[in-house]
């Protein structure tokens, strides 16, 4: 099987020692990346909440008859219409995290600075219009800065507006004649606190979401690339590069290939094995295998979808398959005046851990584990026993009383550490592979 290459052209450059190991692409998954991508295209419906906003306070000012609302008030809110107008504009050409704190700043600013100008205002002239326009910006500009998902610049902002809004209140309680009113001030303050919390909360838990979704996105766009459509490798509660499941193992093998190969020619059996090949692999694929990998002259290919009991007997029926489209094959062949090809199959069943291992060179979707070593010893005795079909003892007792009659191999010296293994007759020329009506059977690619 064709593994991703992503060896970088000057690969053998990149490998001399001393030289920097060039960095592998990952999902965006911290923090930055997943505001970066949260942020992309959203310039302009940032840009026209904070202008909705400004009309807003324009407003405000407007009817409460100017109140401390001098050049100076319509100096601050006109500079950050303009730096608001930069901020979208500038982004859309670079972006970036600098941007991002120099927006955050902004926004407190301007936060801040209504807030203590009201308080500053209502010593003189109070009225809950103004109250409630002075905080807007405080608690939309805290939404807006959880929404970007970047928690730090939220607590950097709340902690900016809240302490310019708490040391005014302190102001007041020091030095009455300043005439600042602490009541309805210490209740807004303990909202926008108590507001600050539950968005930074939030924003927390929506970027574990989001990271979340973007890794199992991630996975499983990378295991799209090996496995078949239906079959879910990816886990929600957990790392996925590598997971634990029962899967039930095919190994085949071309007997005598290496003679055929001296009589024949490589290019020529070459041929042949390619035909080998695309007949297992739709074989495999048809009863809702995936080929692992071809090795040599041998294809290796696992069944992980669905219970134990239905693995095996979708690997058996798998194997039939294969032999009688080789009856065909063959048939063929010998018309043509060419040898017939035989194979050895070897079946075995366990805990393996499937999945994809990229160590950022190449990557490449594979079975570990015991069952897959053990799966080598079965392959190995089935070959010196010159068997068409091997099934170790655990793969028949998952077919139950399905299991088709074998004969047991004898144990040799040497061979304690392979499984109990059942030689299967093989499949009579001219019979049909048996079509179990619980397994389903697709089309080949």
């Known amino acids: 099987m064709t593994t991703p290459d992503r060896t970088p052209p000057d690969r053998d450059a990149a490998l001399q020692p001393g030289r920097p190991r060039p960095a592998v692409p990952r999902p965006a998954a911290d923090e930055s990346g997943l505001a970066a991508g949260l942020a992309a295209g959203t310039a302009t419906r940032m840009l026209a909440m904070r202008l909705a906003m400004l009309g807003v306070l324009a407003v405000s000012a407007h009817l409460s008859d100017g109140v401390l609302h001098a050049g100076s008030h319509w100096f601050i809110l006109g500079g950050y219409a303009v730096s608001s107008l930069w901020l979208a504009a500038t982004a859309r050409r670079r972006g970036g995290a600098r941007l991002a704190w120099i927006a955050t700043l902004l926004d ?40 970007t998902l970047r928690p730090r610049h ?88 590598l997971q634990p499941r029962h899967a039930c193992l095919l190994a085949l093998d071309i007997r005598g290939f290496s003679a055929l190969t001296r009589r024949w020619g490589e290019a ?3 041929d042949w094995l390619l035909a080998v090949r695309a007949l297992a692999h739709a074989a495999v694929t048809e009863r809702g295998g995936l080929v692992d990998k071809y090795v040599g002259d041998g294809v290796l290919a696992q069944f992980v979808d669905g ?89 028949m007792r998952l077919l139950g009383p399905d299991a088709p009659a074998g004969r047991r191999l004898p144990r040799r010296p040497g061979e304690e550490d392979c499984p109990d293994l059942f030689g299967l007759d093989p499949l009579p020329v001219g019979a049909p592979a048996p079509i179990s009506p619980d397994l389903p059977v697709t089309a080949a690619p």
């Open 268 to 270: 020529r059996v070459l």
């Open 307 to 395: 219970a134990p009991a239905e693995q095996a007997a979708a690997a058996l029926a798998c194997v039939r398959e294969i032999e009688a489209r080789m009856h065909a094959m063959n048939e063929a062949r010998r018309r043509e005046g060419l040898p017939a090809l035989a194979l050895t199959a070897a079946v075995h069943a366990g805990e393996v851990l499937v999945g994809v291992l990229d160590d950022g060179w190449r990557a490449e979707f594979t079975v570990l584990g015991p069952a897959m070593n053990a799966l080598a010893r079965v392959e190995a005795r089935a070959k010196r026993e010159n068997l068409a079909v091997a099934v170790s003892k655990r793969v």
């Open 108 to 147: 407190a600013a301007l936060a801040a600075y209504i807030v203590l100008e009201h308080m500053v205002a209502a010593a003189e002239v109070a009225d809950e219009p103004g109250t409630m326009a002075s905080r807007l910006p405080a608690f939309l500009l805290l939404l807006e800065s959880g929404l």
């Open 154 to 241: 939220t607590a950097v902002f709340a902690a900016i507006v809240a302490g310019v809004w708490s040391g005014a209140l302190g102001l007041g309680l020091l030095d009455p004649h300043l005439g600042l009113p602490p009541a309805a001030n210490v209740f807004g303050l303990l909202s926008f606190l108590v507001a600050a919390a539950f968005v930074i909360e939030g924003a927390l838990r929506l970027r574990r979401g989001v990271a979340t979704m973007l890794r199992l996105e991630h996975e499983r766009a990378t295991l799209a690339r090996f496995v078949p459509a239906g079959i879910d490798l990816v886990r929600r509660d957990g790392p996925t590069a």
